[in-house]
């Protein structure tokens, strides 16, 4: 059972910065690629950062220069580095695991629980 469990949302003002964490259990974490993505109620859930097995990243243009995402691997771990926040990137985060490029033998798709971002102007 693959379990994923973001931590470090809350609530900041603009310009501040806020790390989040996803810390999965399971054997899948290597093989993955990690996203962070974000939703506003009423609103669809968009990617925001996303980063392969061996550390290629990629980012939504509205927060890239601004965001960082990285992995642990040894802790199975993804974060994301939110700096300059806006109150535009005030939302619901969750991180997602999908079977990473060239793996061809596993198909799943696990979400987290979700943590709040609020950015005050």
């Known amino acids: 059972q693959v379990q994923l469990v973001e931590s470090g949302g809350g609530l900041v003002q603009t310009g501040g910065s806020l790390t989040l964490s996803c810390a999965a259990s399971?054997?899948?974490?290597?093989?993955?690629?990690m996203n962070w993505y974000r939703q506003v109620p009423g609103k669809q859930r968009e990617l925001v950062a996303a980063i392969g097995r061996i550390g290629g990243t990629n980012y939504a243009g509205s927060v890239k220069g601004r965001f960082t995402i990285s992995r642990d691997n040894a802790n199975n771990t993804v974060y994301l580095q939110m700096n300059s926040l806006k109150p535009e990137d005030t939302a619901d985060y969750y991180c997602?695991?999908?079977?990473?490029?060239?793996?061809?033998?596993?198909?799943?798709?696990?979400w987290g629980q979700g943590t709040q971002v609020t950015v005050s102007s």
């Open positions: 399971g054997s899948i974490f290597t093989i993955s690629t």
């Open positions: 997602n695991a999908r079977p990473g490029v060239g793996i061809k033998d596993r198909s799943y798709d696990y």
